[in-house]
C-alpha cells in the first residue's frame, strides 16, 4: 500500500490575449490537472485508511487571489486541479484517507527561471510540515507551504 502520495509534476506556459495559444492551455491542463486525478484514481487501490495524498498546486489557480490576469492555461489548470482535489477529499474521507492542497511558495526551479523567495530544499521542508500535519480533520484545506491557509 502507500502511505503517501505526492502528486508534483507541472508544466507553466504564458499566453496572450488575443494570440491564445489552445493547444498550450491543452497541455496545461492535461499535464496539471487531468494527470494528478489520472495517476490518482490509477493507484486507489494502494490507498489505505491513514494514506494521504498531496497536491503541488499554486496560488495562481486561486480566483480571489488572482489580481494581475494572464497565464490563463496555468490558471485554470490548477483552479480545476482544486477542485478536483476538494472532491477527492471529499469522496476519500470514509476511507480515512487525506488530502492536501499545496503552493510551494515561490520556488527558485526551472519553471521560474531560477528566481524564487525560497530554495527547493526550503519549499520541500515546509511541504513535508504541511503533509506531517495533514489529517481528517483538515483534509481539503488550500494551504501555502508557510502554513497560511489560501483563498479559493
Ligand atoms: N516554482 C514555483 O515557484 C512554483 C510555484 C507554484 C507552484 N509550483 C508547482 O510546483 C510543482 C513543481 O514545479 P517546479 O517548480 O519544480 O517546476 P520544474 O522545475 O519545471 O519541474 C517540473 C517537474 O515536472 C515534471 N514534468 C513536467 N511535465 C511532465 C510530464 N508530462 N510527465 C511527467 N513529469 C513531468 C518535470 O519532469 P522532467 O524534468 O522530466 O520534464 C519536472 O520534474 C508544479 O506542479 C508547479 O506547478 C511551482
Redesign the pocket.
Known amino acids: 500500500h502507500l502511505d503517501l502520495l505526492i502528486n508534483?509534476?507541472?508544466?507553466?506556459r504564458d499566453e496572450q490575449l488575443g494570440q491564445l495559444d489552445f493547444t498550450s492551455i491543452e497541455q496545461q491542463i492535461k499535464?496539471?490537472t487531468l494527470?494528478p486525478l489520472r495517476i490518482t484514481e490509477a493507484l486507489l487501490s494502494k490507498l489505505v485508511p491513514g494514506s494521504k495524498v498531496a497536491f503541488?498546486t499554486?496560488r495562481m489557480g486561486s480566483i480571489a487571489d488572482n489580481t494581475s490576469g494572464g497565464r490563463y492555461g496555468y490558471r485554470m489548470s490548477k483552479c480545476a486541479l482544486n477542485a478536483a482535489a476538494v472532491s477527492l477529499a471529499h469522496d476519500l474521507s470514509p476511507r480515512d484517507i487525506s488530502v492536501a492542497i499545496l503552493?510551494?511558495?515561490?520556488?527558485g526551479?526551472?519553471?521560474?527561471g531560477g528566481h524564487?523567495n525560497v530554495t527547493p530544499d526550503e519549499a520541500a521542508n515546509q511541504l513535508s510540515e504541511r503533509i506531517d500535519a495533514l489529517e481528517p480533520r483538515n483534509s481539503g484545506t488550500f494551504w501555502h507551504a508557510n502554513g497560511d491557509v489560501l483563498p479559493w
Open positions: 508534483n509534476a507541472g508544466i507553466l499535464v496539471n494527470a503541488i499554486s503552493h510551494p511558495g515561490l520556488v526551479t526551472e519553471m521560474i524564487g
